[in-house]
């Protein structure tokens, strides 16, 4: 979160050939925003499915994917419903200083409307 990881997809989309982008966070915009055992379910399998889905399109070369994912079985997790035999898959991760963080992140809620910030450090 604040890092660039959509910034950074948004342009691998356009400078990559054949390319799709799924971040995430879009399987988690709902209202009442809630986080269970259920919903986190839910959420991965909505990912895993649209993934797969991108996977057997043979239109696209590149599928790009981004979320905030804290630890490594979250990842595993995703990849172990994927298939992947026929692609190579190259995890990246983009991290920054605490401050750098605490800067982008105040940048990014003082464009916010006040609802918008809300939402998002409701989140938080």
């Not at 981004?66 to 190259?90: A, F, P, Y």
Request: some cysteine.
């Amino acid at each position: 979160m604040g890092v660039g990881k959509t910034t950074v997809c948004q342009i691998l989309k356009r400078k990559l050939d054949s390319s799709v982008f799924l971040d995430g966070d879009w399987c988690w915009d709902m209202s009442p925003f809630q986080v269970t055992e259920e919903t986190k379910k839910m959420v991965l399998e909505n990912i895993t499915f649209l993934l797969n889905n991108f996977l057997r399109c043979s239109v696209y070369e590149n599928i790009i994917f981004c979320w905030v994912m804290h630890e490594q079985k979250m990842l595993n997790d995703i990849l172990s419903g994927l298939d992947t035999k026929e692609c190579r898959v190259i995890p990246v991760s983009l991290v920054c200083s605490r401050e750098s963080l605490e800067q982008r992140l105040q940048r990014d809620v003082s464009k916010l409307s006040p609802e918008e910030a809300a939402g998002k450090i409701y989140a938080l």
